[in-house]
């Protein structure tokens, strides 16, 4: 039952360069939608979300970028720095059913070298 | 920056022993909620706490499992009788509001869970 993927374990991206990051969900009812990063030996930490009645939220190097039609999302990071070497997770929601819960994808651990 | 602590950081135990994580959400928050992550796995929710009882729970969160706040400040979650595929690491969050979208979850640097 994955109703959140990311199909990419892993993303290598040179420093300054774009880092793009995709994340697609099965259950229509979401509606609300969450990046987090994760350092080694931290907690998640938000970075960026999306309501669906947007296409689009911008927060400085951050950009996150929703396609209800497909049922796809993506984090662009532009331009990427090594600091951002991490493992993201995208996460859904269906607030509009009443839960809090987040529902996450497995990860996408980003490399960012010089 | 307030955060959510947890402790410990990595709990070692035989199979059929009872654990108890602890955790100490943000001061001001009123929604707890544990998740755990088993290696290589997507982080999964457990259960949601608000009003000193449980609002939402999975699947994964049976009878060996319960969540308790004991006291004004800590959060726990304990498994009666720990199994091997127990281990994971579990996470705790906790958020002011209701979350999503109306307030964000924060979460603690979790606790390894080993049961061998």
């Known amino acids: 039952d994955q109703q959140v993927k990311q199909n990419s374990p892993s993303l290598s991206v040179q420093e300054g360069r774009i880092s793009i990051l995709n994340c697609d969900y099965t259950?229509?009812?979401?509606?609300?939608f969450l990046w987090y990063k994760k350092y080694p030996a931290e907690g998640p930490t938000f970075l960026i979300s999306?309501?669906?009645?947007?296409d689009k939220n911008e927060d400085g190097r951050f950009t996150v970028f929703l396609n209800k039609s497909a049922k796809h999302l993506s984090l662009h990071i532009v331009p990427s720095q090594p600091g951002d070497s991490a493992v993201y997770f995208c996460?859904?929601?269906?607030?509009?059913?009443?839960?809090?819960?987040?529902?996450f994808g497995t990860g996408t651990r980003l490399q960012v070298f010089p | 920056e307030p955060e959510v602590t947890q402790t410990p950081s990595h709990q070692v135990t035989q199979m059929g022993q009872e654990v108890i994580l602890r955790c100490v959400p943000i001061s001001n928050h009123l929604y707890f909620y544990w998740y755990r992550q088993i290696l290589g796995q997507k982080v999964e929710f457990l259960v949601s706490f608000y009003n000193n009882e449980i609002s939402e729970k999975s699947e994964i969160f049976d009878d060996q499992f319960s969540v308790e706040r004991p006291d004004g400040s800590n959060f726990t979650l304990k498994i009666r009788s720990t199994k091997l595929e127990d281990s994971a690491m579990y996470f705790c969050?906790?958020?002011?509001?209701?979350?999503?979208?109306?307030?964000?979850?924060?979460f603690g640097a979790g606790t390894r869970l080993s049961v061998l």
């Open positions: 999306i309501s669906s009645i947007k």
């Open positions: 259950n229509s009812m979401f509606d609300y």
């Open positions: 996460a859904a929601s269906p607030p509009s059913l009443g839960t809090d819960k987040l529902i």
């Open positions: 969050a906790s958020s002011r509001a209701r979350a999503n979208p109306y307030d964000l979850q924060y």
